[in-house]
């Protein structure tokens, strides 16, 4: 007798097919129009970026060009021609730019002996998050220098002991100024050591190095490495 041919497998194939293509044509009925949006916002999200990036960096290119114009005038002590774009480069939304326009007005109040004014330029870069923390650090230290004489000596101790230790980059800058706080406190016996560290440091610049050396030596201390004499054979 022949074999009758297994129909079933065959008719559930087709119901199969049929109810994934009814699948496949009731999705997109309801989300085509859902997914071709989000593909045309994610390009235009990615076409945004790309033009904003490019824009970044004709902007960054621009103001580049700002500052060194703002170095070439104030070079040639043209400092009324500078203040306007140098205004402009305080506000720049590049943070490497902002800072160091902030560090150039400041430095130029310090010319006219404007303390107060360049203290308060020196804390704006001091307390801007947004850039890295040795742009922090200096403007810290230039600020604590110009407003020295106007605040308590616990206040330049604390403000500076973090940046005041062996091995830290401004250790010489800070640790001066920590050292005079300490002598406005008549306390000679915490800032006589930082002096003498301060001019046993190979890092710190010579200048700083030779002022430690003789304060440290004013206050008792002799802080110059004397050489190992050599015994008689």
């Known amino acids: 007798m022949a074999v009758p041919p297994n129909t079933d497998e065959a008719f559930l194939r087709e119901v199969d097919d049929e109810l994934r293509r ?4 009731s999705f997109w009925t309801r989300y085509g129009r859902l997914t071709i949006g989000a593909i045309v916002l994610a390009l235009a999200i990615f076409a945004g970026v790309l033009y904003w990036l490019h824009h970044q960096n004709q902007v960054a290119g621009e103001q580049g060009e700002q500052l060194k114009t703002v170095n070439d005038l104030l070079a040639e002590r043209k ?6 774009p140098l205004q402009e480069l305080a506000a720049s939304d590049i943070k490497g730019y902002r800072a160091s326009a902030r560090f150039m007005q400041a430095d130029l109040l310090l010319q006219k ?7 308060a330029k020196f804390a704006e870069v001091a307390a801007d998050t947004s850039v890295g923390a040795p742009f922090r650090d200096l403007a810290l230290i ?4 110009a407003e020295f004489d106007t605040i308590k000596p ?3 101790i604390n403000r500076l002991r973090p940046l005041a230790v062996k091995g830290s980059p401004w250790f010489g800058s800070a640790g001066e100024l920590m050292a005079a706080a300490y002598l406005r406190q008549n306390r000679a016996d915490l800032a006589g050591p ?3 560290g301060i001019a046993r440091e190979e890092t710190v610049p010579p200048t700083l ?14 802080a110059v490495d004397q050489p190992e004499e050599k015994k008689a054979p």
Do not use: C
């Open 22 to 25: 009814d699948q496949l044509t």
């Open 79 to 84: 400092v009324p021609a500078a203040a306007k």
């Open 113 to 119: 002996n404007d303390l107060k004014g360049a203290a």
């Open 142 to 145: 230039r600020q604590t220098s």
């Open 154 to 156: 616990e206040v330049v």
């Open 194 to 196: 930082i002096f003498a």
């Open 209 to 222: 190095r030779q002022r430690a050396v003789q304060m440290a030596g004013v206050l008792g201390i002799d």
